[in-house]
């Protein structure tokens, strides 16, 4: 049988090995209470993608359009939902694909979320009939 106080010891490695930074524990009957400081968590932060100001062409596949992010992430999504024949990777946030309607530009607003919080980053992206044109 394991007791309280090597149950506790195994929850504080666990969580430590999680990334969270501790601010201290809490004695309490029965065991120890551990007090996370949310705000030095590793929290997703400073999200950016390759290429925030995307012209794809229509029924040609794209790059996958990555993400940087600091911190832990553990979900992606996206808003509005991407033109339809691209998608968004729930694991990566690498969104890739061949987009299959026409469309002007558009404001999405990618978040990653984390055990204790998010982070936001707006990429624009236009489908053409035809490949963008050199200057």
Known sequence: MISNSMKSGIALVLLMLSGLVFGGCDK??????????????NSPSHLDYTTTSAVYTLNEPITDNMPSVTGIVTEWSVEPELPAGLTIDPQTGVISGMPTVLQTAVDYTVTAGGYFGSTAAVISIAVNSDPPSAL
């Open 28 to 41: 309490q009957e029965g065991g120890s209470t551990i007090l996370a400081q949310p705000g030095l968590s």
